[in-house]
């Protein structure tokens, strides 16, 4: 088992939260909840070996096993990614020893595939004016959408998963395309462990909208899907913070949803922490993104706002390091980053880990409050993709993830601000990945590749939305 370093920044800095029960770490430049190690560990059996209950009893057991022998407590575990990749993933918990003594203890233990701090993550945006000045949604028309409702306005029956800080399901713009999980909830909040993933910071609901907020309806906004069913993933906190772990258990729920026959397509992610690529906790949260895109679940990553060259970060507080999880360059997985309306990047950037790039820069959706706001960064960008995916989605119901994100991949709008900023040198083009032919593996597979052959796109007249925009309540 490899020792890890140290992360240090992240994306926005929101304040930190601490995971409960778990004291605030204070010294150096580290950014984990006291007390807390993420382990991952090899399952003890296959889960087609035995029954479902026997694989969880069995998890169960070893997690609690290897946390006594660290001298500590297995708090959470992911048997659904257990499932699909004979590995799990246990948040480990101690009040009398600190995460540098639990790495220690942990060492040499044969069941231990990986440890690490619990690693912070939060939220990739940055607040703007938060009140309405004007009825621009320029994001909207800057990537096509009004040409491809044409063909498709969404689908109820396309679900995409919001790991963010929640929702707010009673919000007048979004309320009829909430999406109930297969026990019939609105989601799961992992940061407060309940029932009720309410937002309570606004972040996760400004995204939801730019997904899907109820277009034709006459009221605030529309998202780039009509109509569609959002599920509620809360995994930040009310700061904008959350950790590894929590993203992990966000990424086993909606594993676990899909395997037993929801229809998520999509996971929407707008947050990112850095760390050093060889760290045993960018191992560990590899594997819980692998479990979910190999289920077919088009994963959507923030590419972070720190406005760092991603291979090579300039700041000294990032040389060395990447965001995560938008460093990884696997199938089933996009990174987006930010442009603003005259379509200059706005935030990180590379050719080898960023995909493409959408708007970014004052766009207006829904808050937590009931009413509406204007915020920035690539959390805002990262929307519009996983939106796009999932009118794609709809329009195309039987084509597979890495097909809808070839789609995305092959029809950008190539502008030279973005040439050598980005693996595909363009902004989204909904428009053109809608009408394009059936796509090929080009972008099918993991990674990027700067050479990525673009279909040249149509130049439209933008049609105004014409949308009411309100004050924010």
């Not at 909208?209 to 993933?233: C, D, K, M, P, Y």
């Not at 990174?335 to 820069?361: C, E, F, Q, W």
Request: hydrophobic share 40%.
């Amino acid at each position: 088992m490899r020792r890890v370093g140290r992360i240090v920044a992240l994306v926005v800095l929101l304040g930190l939260a601490s995971v409960a029960g778990a004291s605030e770490h204070q010294g150096g430049n580290n950014d984990y909840p006291e007390g807390e190690v993420l382990v991952l560990l090899k399952a003890p059996v296959t889960a087609e070996s035995v029954s479902a209950a026997a694989f969880r009893q069995a998890l169960s057991v070893s997690a609690a096993g290897v946390a006594a022998s660290a001298g500590a407590q297995a708090v959470s575990s992911t048997p659904a990614i257990a499932e699909v990749t004979g590995k799990d993933i246990v948040l480990m918990r101690s009040g009398e020893k600190t995460t540098e003594e639990l790495l220690q203890a942990l060492e040499g233990n044969p069941a231990v595939l990986a440890a690490s701090p619990n690693y912070r993550v939060y939220a990739t945006w940055r607040p703007n004016d938060p009140y309405y000045t004007d009825n621009s949604l320029w994001g909207l028309n800057a990537i096509r959408a009004p040409a491809a409702w044409d063909r498709s306005v969404g689908s109820r029956s396309v679900y995409v998963a919001v790991l963010d800080s929640g929702i707010n399901y009673n919000h007048e713009d979004l309320a009829a395309n909430m999406g109930r999980d297969l026990s019939g909830r609105y989601g799961w909040d992992f940061w407060n462990n309940d029932n009720n993933p309410m937002d309570d910071n606004g972040h996760g609901t400004h995204v939801a909208g730019t997904i899907g907020a109820v277009g034709n309806n006459g009221r605030g906004v529309t998202g780039v899907n009509w109509q569609v069913s959002l599920l509620a993933v809360k995994v930040l906190g009310s700061n904008g913070g959350g950790t590894f772990d929590s993203v992990a258990q966000g990424l086993n729920y909606i594993t676990e949803q899909k395997r037993r026959g929801r229809n998520i397509r999509v996971a929407n992610l707008s947050l990112a922490g850095w760390a050093f690529p060889y760290e045993d906790a960018v191992t560990t949260l590899r594997t819980a993104c692998r479990a979910a895109a190999d289920q077919g679940i088009l994963l959507v990553f923030a590419a972070g706002n720190e406005s760092q060259y991603i291979d090579n970060p300039t700041s000294d507080n990032y040389k060395g390091k990447r965001p995560y999880p938008a460093a990884f360059d696997e199938s089933n997985m996009i990174t987006v980053t930010a442009i603003n309306s005259n379509g200059t990047r706005a935030y990180n950037y590379s050719s080898r880990y960023v995909h493409l790039a959408a708007p970014g820069v004052n766009i207006w959706s829904t808050y937590h409050d009931g009413g509406y706001a204007r915020l920035s960064g690539s959390s805002m960008a990262t929307p519009h993709v996983a939106g796009a995916a999932a009118l794609l989605a709809a329009r195309y119901p039987s084509e597979a993830a890495w097909k809808i994100r070839s789609r995305i991949l092959g029809n950008v709008m190539k502008t030279s601000h973005l040439s050598g900023q980005v693996a595909t040198g363009g902004y989204l083009n909904l428009q053109a990945a809608m009408a394009s032919a059936s796509p090929t593996e080009e972008w099918g597979g993991g990674g990027c590749s700067a050479a990525g052959g673009v279909t040249p796109a149509v130049a439209l007249l933008l049609l105004p939305l014409g949308l009411l925009m309100r004050r924010k309540k």
